[in-house]
């Protein structure tokens, strides 16, 4: 049986091919009492659309397909 974590790794990965496209990246970092922590990398740091970037598209997708997520957040925002 897969796990929450593994879920969500395996979400990101499905969302990692179209943030690259445009010279960024995303990895997982935690996962605990219903929110995600991941960081952004490569030219999504200093980004002008990283707000959009995580809630409009990693955020969403994410909820959307992993039951018990409820919010995704920058890592390093902690």
Same mark, same amino acid.
């Given at each position: =049986? *897969?796990?929450?974590?593994d879920? @969500?790794?395996?979400? *990101?990965?499905?969302i990692r091919?179209? *943030?690259?496209?445009?010279?960024?990246?995303?990895e997982?970092?935690?996962?605990?009492?219903? #929110?995600?922590?991941?960081? +952004?990398?490569? /030219? $999504?740091?200093? $980004? =002008?659309? @990283?707000?959009?970037? +995580?809630k409009?598209? #990693?955020? /969403? *997708? @994410?909820?959307d397909?992993? /039951?018990?997520v409820?919010e995704?957040?920058?890592?390093?925002?902690?």
């Open positions: =049986m *897969i796990n929450k974590e879920e @969500i790794r395996n979400v *990101i990965e499905k091919p179209y *943030i690259q496209r445009d010279g960024g990246d995303v997982y970092v935690s996962f605990t009492d219903g #929110i995600v922590r991941v960081r +952004l990398l490569g /030219a $999504c740091v200093g $980004c =002008m659309s @990283i707000g959009d970037t +995580l409009d598209g #990693i955020e /969403a *997708i @994410i909820m397909e992993v /039951a018990g409820s995704v957040r920058l890592a390093d925002e902690e």
